[in-house]
């Protein structure tokens, strides 16, 4: 697979002028020509590359070495042919290798390479911004991506139906690929051209070697493609595919004693059925009905003190595929700085959990579901040949209820409503390519009962997005701008005002008021800027804006809102090897941030890098320094609060990726000023291939962190707001384990278990009195010994030292595990089709926080849910 070189966010504030840079249009685009089969029998695709038709085309080499020596000869040449029928592309490689013993043939999971492969990327839409790629490996593994933005996003969720087959004989290896057309989209035209690039990892060196030159420090890789000549007459195939799904699922856990929902175990037999179907060669439908929402890996085990959500990525199949189409993240930038994980679109809106609580009386159970139904959605999506990208989701899901019981008497209670979500997108090319401009618009409605005002009763948002490029793609503008507005009861609207992603409820923000009778909100944002996308040396700087009164939750996915900041990058790096390492890149990122106050409330500033040494080995650290920190969200609606200036810094190393026992191993740690905080965590890798087909990888990390003013809660003392805190000493502990056994590259055994702890202990409680006075110990007032106890779990303050309570609050302390594993057998046994049969094991539960973390873990991953799942699925294809 194409190593891809990975941006590390930074910034800087000044423009860097552009030096050692090459002009891609000085490297000449070499051209493949090739022919229709005809009447003679198509290839057989065995890996033998000795069939007749193969006779119609030449043969086409001299590769050039892409890393780590650019532009020199490779240590070994490769060939390919390309032909085509009615129905299919195909594609021959020849590898040579004079050792052809030792060509490294090691089994993974799709899409996760080792060993020696060859990749072919076809440019179809001759957009010179996407591609799709097919990689097969020596040992058989496929892999496919779909490539977006010039390079910038390789997307292995794609999984379209291709033949290949490999074979090693005494001049090397030898790749045959037969890729059918209706897995492409191309345009019409009687006489076509498509881009095409080749890759071949040679293992023994780790060295990338290309058909058509690219630089390493291009401003893209699809606009750098060579041509494919000779497609005459294409017919554009209308893509119709049915997939059909079964899944039997038996829960076991224990039982609870009374409920009748928990008595030890439940089954349940369900199907559904995904399909898709191509309007045009350019358009595709797909739709889902039913849709399984089983995944065979869980989502990481995290918590999070601050009160923000935590992104987790989208792992469905039907909102994977495009989803490069729907991507709306309007907040990224090389600074890192910027929200990244924003956008208006996240899938894992559409079918989450309910949103709703049962209200129980004494000796009532609740039977309630952990997921919405999607009763089904559609989306027609797709790039058409003129530069138009096209994306249209809709999606219903289902009224949600909890079945509630005392033993005799049984009702519902609804906990989520009747909703319909969806998403428009569009973008178009123009300016040969150069520039593009699109839109986006979303819609939630819902249908709320009485208990459920509080969501909103609808949300929209939409965005304005504009790239342009110039000088060869060397230099680009982007401007990015959203809308949303939410609409609701009082009630709802007031609670989002006051959430932490706003908090119009901050008694210092005089710019900011909670009005109680609006029964909709509407916010903006964007983001602008401007970078150099080539050379050694790149740079990117741009401001970024979110109003308080922006709101994308309901589809999309924001952290924060009120804030706009400016942000700045700079880059060097090599593309050419020194006396004792491959390459290196050094970064510089800086970043001033306000509310809509005007209230500065961060200065960052640092750099990062990694070096990649001559015996493959990578090392890589970096800094930041935030001499001004004050924040907006930390008292959860009380006032700005200063934080201290903190220093963080991190290294890590990775041995050589090839080896059969690697490893990798980081360090990171985060220091605020007068002793406020401190933070460490140390983790890495491990990971062992006995074999070419098992694979072990460990991989612990445990941290430490030390905050004196995290916050507790806000109580009330004399109708004055006291925001509590407390010193916090947490510890996390975590070591995840998968094995990996490939029987054949279609046919493989995986298991991941991964055990997680976090546990808090809190002391030296404290209330906020001066919050952005200048000295640490000027902002707080710490009880005294005699003003607070704890009695049952309750903390019960007397500040006024008079006998009597004035306020209490419950004992932070906490202890969280986590216990998450899969054993899954995966048997694709057509090309499509496949049979999962899942083991799996879940348990969260809060243990003792006065136990170490290895107690903790033992004494608590002792009686977890057991999910035991087959799941078939049938691709029909015409």
């Given at each position: 697979?194409?190593?891809?070189?990975?941006?590390?966010?930074?910034?800087?504030?000044?423009?860097?002028?552009?030096?050692?840079?090459?002009?891609?249009?000085?490297?000449?685009?070499?051209?493949?020509?090739?022919?229709?089969?005809?009447?003679?029998?198509?290839?057989?695709?065995?890996?033998?590359?000795?069939?007749?038709?193969?006779?119609?085309?030449?043969?086409?080499?001299?590769?050039?070495?892409?890393?780590?020596?650019?532009?020199?000869?490779?240590?070994?040449?490769?060939?390919?042919?390309?032909?085509?029928?009615?129905?299919?592309?195909?594609?021959?490689?020849?590898?040579?290798?004079?050792?052809?013993?030792?060509?490294?043939?090691?089994?993974?999971?799709?899409?996760?390479?080792?060993?020696?492969?060859?990749?072919?990327?076809?440019?179809?839409?001759?957009?010179?911004?996407?591609?799709?790629?097919?990689?097969?490996?020596?040992?058989?593994?496929?892999?496919?991506?779909?490539?977006?933005?010039?390079?910038?996003?390789?997307?292995?969720?794609?999984?379209?139906?291709?033949?290949?087959?490999?074979?090693?004989?005494?001049?090397?290896?030898?790749?045959?690929?037969?890729?059918?057309?209706?897995?492409?989209?191309?345009?019409?035209?009687?006489?076509?051209?498509?881009?095409?690039?080749?890759?071949?990892?040679?293992?023994?060196?780790?060295?990338?070697?290309?058909?058509?030159?690219?630089?390493?420090?291009?401003?893209?890789?699809?606009?750098?493609?060579?041509?494919?000549?000779?497609?005459?007459?294409?017919?554009?195939?209308?893509?119709?595919?049915?997939?059909?799904?079964?899944?039997?699922?038996?829960?076991?856990?224990?039982?609870?004693?009374?409920?009748?929902?928990?008595?030890?175990?439940?089954?349940?037999?369900?199907?559904?059925?995904?399909?898709?179907?191509?309007?045009?060669?350019?358009?595709?439908?797909?739709?889902?009905?039913?849709?399984?929402?089983?995944?065979?890996?869980?989502?990481?085990?995290?918590?999070?003190?601050?009160?923000?959500?935590?992104?987790?990525?989208?792992?469905?199949?039907?909102?994977?595929?495009?989803?490069?189409?729907?991507?709306?993240?309007?907040?990224?930038?090389?600074?890192g700085t910027t929200f990244g994980f924003n956008n208006l679109f996240y899938s894992r809106r559409i079918g989450r959990a309910p949103q709703g609580n049962v209200n129980l009386e004494v000796n009532e159970y609740a039977d309630m579901p952990n997921i919405t139904t999607m009763l089904g959605a559609a989306k027609f999506s797709g790039k058409t040949k003129d530069g138009w990208s096209i994306g249209v989701l809709e999606s219903v899901t289902a009224k949600e209820t909890a079945d509630i019981t005392d033993g005799s008497d049984n009702r519902k209670q609804t906990v989520e409503p009747l909703t319909n979500y969806f998403v428009g997108r569009i973008q178009k090319d123009f300016n040969n390519n150069n520039t593009f401009i699109?839109?986006?618009?979303?819609?939630?409605?819902?249908?709320?009962?009485?208990?459920?005002?509080?969501?909103?009763?609808?949300?929209?948002?939409?965005?304005?997005?504009?790239?342009?490029?110039?000088?060869?793609?060397?230099?680009?503008?982007?401007?990015?701008?959203?809308?949303?507005?939410?609409?609701?009861?009082?009630?709802?609207?007031?609670?989002?005002?006051?959430?932490?992603?706003?908090?119009?409820?901050?008694?210092?923000?005089?710019?900011?008021?909670?009005?109680?009778?609006?029964?909709?909100?509407?916010?903006?944002?964007?983001?602008?800027?401007?970078?150099?996308?080539?050379?050694?040396?790149?740079?990117?700087?741009?401001?970024?804006?979110?109003?308080?009164?922006?709101?994308?939750?309901?589809?999309?996915?924001?952290?924060?809102?009120?804030?706009?900041?400016?942000?700045?990058?700079?880059?060097?790096?090599?593309?050419?090897?020194?006396?004792?390492?491959?390459?290196?890149?050094?970064?510089?990122?800086?970043?001033?941030?306000?509310?809509?106050?005007?209230?500065?409330?961060?200065?960052?500033?640092?750099?990062?890098?990694?070096?990649?040494?001559?015996?493959?080995?990578?090392?890589?650290?970096?800094?930041?320094?935030?001499?001004?920190?004050?924040?907006?969200?930390?008292?959860?609606?009380?006032?700005?609060?200063?934080?201290?200036?903190?220093?963080?810094?991190?290294?890590?190393?990775?041995?050589?990726?090839?080896?059969?026992?690697?490893?990798?191993?980081?360090?990171?740690?985060?220091?605020?000023?007068?002793?406020?905080?401190?933070?460490?965590?140390?983790?890495?890798?491990?990971?062992?291939?006995?074999?070419?087909?098992?694979?072990?990888?460990?991989?612990?990390?445990?941290?430490?962190?030390?905050?004196?003013?995290?916050?507790?809660?806000?109580?009330?003392?004399?109708?004055?707001?006291?925001?509590v805190n407390a010193t916090i000493n947490q510890q996390t502990l975590t070591f995840p384990l998968r094995v990996d056994y490939i029987l054949k590259p279609n046919l493989s055994i995986q298991y991941w278990g991964q055990p997680f702890i976090s546990r808090g202990r809190y002391k030296d409680f404290k209330y906020i009195n001066n919050p952005i006075a200048s000295k640490f110990e000027n902002r707080f007032t710490s009880y005294s010994e005699n003003a607070i106890a704890l009695n049952n779990g309750i903390y019960s303050v007397d500040e006024n030292l008079d006998g009597a309570e004035d306020y209490s609050f419950s004992n932070p302390n906490f202890s969280f595990v986590q216990w998450r594993s899969n054993l899954v057998l995966?048997?694709?046994?057509?090309?499509?089709?496949?049979?999962?049969?899942?083991?799996?094991?879940?348990?969260?539960?809060?243990?003792?926080?006065?136990?170490?973390?290895?107690?903790?873990?033992?004494?608590?991953?002792?009686?977890?849910?057991?999910?035991?799942?087959?799941?078939?699925?049938?691709?029909?294809?015409?």
């Amino acid at each position: 697979m194409m190593t891809r070189i990975k941006y590390i966010a930074l910034l800087i504030g000044i423009f860097i002028i552009p030096r050692n840079a090459i002009a891609q249009d000085s490297i000449p685009k070499r051209i493949y020509k090739t022919n229709f089969i005809g009447d003679i029998p198509a290839p057989k695709i065995d890996g033998v590359i000795n069939d007749k038709a193969w006779g119609l085309v030449d043969w086409s080499g001299n590769y050039v070495q892409w890393s780590p020596n650019e532009n020199t000869e490779p240590s070994y040449q490769t060939k390919l042919k390309f032909l085509y029928d009615n129905k299919n592309i195909y594609v021959a490689f020849r590898c040579y290798d004079e050792e052809p013993d030792k060509i490294v043939n090691r089994l993974s999971r799709r899409d996760g390479f080792d060993g020696d492969w060859v990749e072919i990327n076809l440019g179809s839409l001759g957009d010179k911004r996407t591609a799709y790629s097919f990689t097969i490996s020596v040992s058989g593994v496929k892999g496919e991506e779909f490539i977006t933005n010039d390079g910038a996003n390789w997307d292995n969720t794609w999984n379209p139906i291709w033949y290949a087959k490999t074979k090693i004989d005494n001049e090397g290896w030898t790749a045959e690929i037969r890729i059918p057309l209706s897995q492409v989209k191309f345009g019409k035209g009687k006489d076509q051209t498509w881009g095409v690039q080749s890759t071949r990892r040679f293992f023994r060196k780790e060295e990338r070697s290309v058909w058509q030159r690219s630089p390493q420090n291009a401003p893209g890789w699809v606009s750098s493609f060579g041509e494919l000549k000779g497609l005459k007459n294409l017919v554009p195939q209308k893509q119709l595919e049915i997939q059909p799904y079964f899944v039997a699922k038996l829960n076991t856990y224990e039982a609870e004693p009374n409920n009748p929902f928990r008595d030890g175990s439940d089954f349940s037999f369900d199907g559904g059925v995904d399909g898709k179907l191509g309007v045009t060669n350019d358009l595709t439908l797909d739709f889902t009905v039913n849709p399984d929402f089983g995944q065979i890996e869980a989502d990481p085990s995290a918590i999070a003190l601050d009160g923000f959500q935590i992104f987790f990525p989208e792992q469905r199949p039907f909102f994977i595929e495009n989803k490069n189409i729907f991507d709306y993240k309007y907040s990224t930038s090389f600074s890192g700085t910027t929200f990244g994980f924003n956008n208006l679109f996240y899938s894992r809106r559409i079918g989450r959990a309910p949103q709703g609580n049962v209200n129980l009386e004494v000796n009532e159970y609740a039977d309630m579901p952990n997921i919405t139904t999607m009763l089904g959605a559609a989306k027609f999506s797709g790039k058409t040949k003129d530069g138009w990208s096209i994306g249209v989701l809709e999606s219903v899901t289902a009224k949600e209820t909890a079945d509630i019981t005392d033993g005799s008497d049984n009702r519902k209670q609804t906990v989520e409503p009747l909703t319909n979500y969806f998403v428009g997108r569009i973008q178009k090319d123009f300016n040969n390519n150069n520039t593009f401009i699109g839109g986006i618009f979303t819609a939630v409605n819902r249908d709320l009962p009485e208990n459920l005002e509080f969501l909103h009763k609808s949300a929209y948002t939409a965005g304005l997005d504009i790239t342009h490029q110039w000088k060869n793609r060397k230099y680009y503008f982007k401007g990015n701008f959203v809308y949303s507005n939410v609409n609701g009861t009082e009630e709802a609207i007031s609670n989002t005002q006051q959430t932490i992603t706003r908090l119009f409820q901050r008694v210092d923000a005089d710019y900011l008021e909670v009005d109680p009778t609006k029964t909709s909100l509407t916010g903006t944002g964007g983001n602008l800027q401007i970078g150099k996308a080539s050379g050694n040396w790149r740079f990117e700087t741009g401001v970024l804006w979110h109003s308080p009164e922006l709101e994308l939750n309901d589809i999309g996915f924001q952290l924060k809102a009120d804030d706009y900041r400016h942000y700045a990058w700079a880059q060097y790096r090599t593309t050419k090897p020194r006396k004792s390492i491959r390459a290196f890149t050094v970064n510089y990122f800086h970043n001033t941030s306000f509310d809509y106050g005007n209230n500065l409330n961060e200065i960052t500033f640092g750099s990062n890098g990694w070096v990649n040494l001559n015996n493959n080995w990578f090392i890589n650290g970096g800094f930041s320094y935030k001499p001004i920190n004050f924040s907006n969200f930390a008292l959860r609606g009380g006032p700005r609060l200063k934080l201290a200036n903190n220093l963080f810094h991190r290294f890590g190393v990775i041995s050589d990726g090839r080896k059969k026992l690697r490893l990798s191993a980081n360090y990171s740690a985060n220091y605020g000023s007068q002793k406020a905080y401190k933070f460490h965590q140390i983790g890495g890798q491990l990971t062992y291939q006995p074999t070419n087909a098992l694979q072990v990888s460990l991989l612990p990390s445990f941290s430490t962190n030390e905050d004196k003013l995290q916050y507790v809660t806000t109580t009330n003392y004399n109708n004055n707001s006291r925001y509590v805190n407390a010193t916090i000493n947490q510890q996390t502990l975590t070591f995840p384990l998968r094995v990996d056994y490939i029987l054949k590259p279609n046919l493989s055994i995986q298991y991941w278990g991964q055990p997680f702890i976090s546990r808090g202990r809190y002391k030296d409680f404290k209330y906020i009195n001066n919050p952005i006075a200048s000295k640490f110990e000027n902002r707080f007032t710490s009880y005294s010994e005699n003003a607070i106890a704890l009695n049952n779990g309750i903390y019960s303050v007397d500040e006024n030292l008079d006998g009597a309570e004035d306020y209490s609050f419950s004992n932070p302390n906490f202890s969280f595990v986590q216990w998450r594993s899969n054993l899954v057998l995966r048997w694709e046994y057509i090309p499509g089709s496949e049979l999962y049969l899942v083991w799996s094991q879940d348990l969260s539960t809060f243990g003792d926080f006065n136990e170490n973390l290895r107690e903790g873990l033992v004494n608590n991953i002792t009686k977890p849910q057991n999910i035991f799942l087959i799941k078939a699925t049938y691709r029909f294809i015409k």
